[in-house]
Nanobody
Framework: QVQLVESGGGGVQAGGSLRLSCVAPGTIFTDDFVAWYRQAPGKQRDLVAS???????TYADSVKGRFTIARDNAKRTVYLHMNSLKPEDTGVYYC???????????????WGQGTQVTVSS
């Protein structure tokens, strides 16, 4: 299956920073809706950050002021900058890219493989 390629995860101490990257392969473009989700062990996958086609962003309350979603459409790459990390940020992070086909009035939903982020105190 076609999959977004994620990287940048790892283990950090509380207060540290990480940048996650998500590369869209082939004909997948990142110009439309992009988002990052997080899933902790035994928990549901929750939306962390999103960016719309007009570059408007949304963030979960728990990460506001600490996380920033960004993209470089020329590189077809989506980023999640994470600062002041907390143990509660631990989980598997998944990149999501939605491509709009306006001619056919349809959407195509792509996901990354997930990358582990572990924040220790």
């Amino acid at each position: 299956q076609v999959q977004l390629v994620e990287s940048g995860g790892g283990g950090v101490q509380a207060g540290g920073s990480l940048r996650l990257s998500c590369v869209a392969p082939g004909t997948i473009f990142t110009d439309d809706f992009v988002a990052w989700y997080r899933q902790a062990p035994g928990k549901q996958r929750d939306l962390v950050a999103s960016m719309f086609s007009d570059d408007t962003t949304t963030y979960a309350d728990s990460v506001k002021g600490r996380f920033t979603i960004a993209r470089d459409n020329a590189k077809r790459t989506v980023y999640l900058h994470m600062n002041s990390l907390k143990p509660e940020d631990t989980g598997v992070y998944y990149c999501n890219v939605v491509v709009y086909d306006r001619l056919r009035e349809s959407e195509y939903d792509y996901w990354g493989q997930g990358t582990q982020v572990t924040v220790s105190s």
